[in-house]
């Protein structure tokens, strides 16, 4: 079954859904505070030489960090 990442407008926490494309949008609400003021997010990765590596990851988004965090230079 395909994993679906969504972003909560409300709190900002991100989380993953299993559930087929018919399903994903049914009653779905955020796991942290239940708002269902939700985005889906299609995730990014990046190639370098025969490495992928995820650009933006859900737990670094949730604690606030990630590639362009305060104290990153990566996005400038």
């Not at 909560?8 to 989380?15: E, I, R």
């Not at 009653?27 to 590596?53: H, K, M, P, R, T």
């Not at 990851?57 to 965090?69: P, Y």
């Amino acid at each position: 079954m395909p994993t679906h990442e969504y972003h909560c407008k409300d709190c900002g926490y991100y989380f993953d859904v299993k559930a087929t494309v018919k399903e994903k949008g049914l009653n779905l609400s955020c796991e942290q505070c239940g708002s269902d003021n939700l985005q889906q997010v299609y995730g990014g990765f990046a190639i370098l030489g025969e490495q992928a590596i995820n650009v933006k990851s859900r737990d670094s988004q949730n604690s606030g960090g990630g590639c362009c965090g305060s104290n990153s230079s990566c996005c400038s």
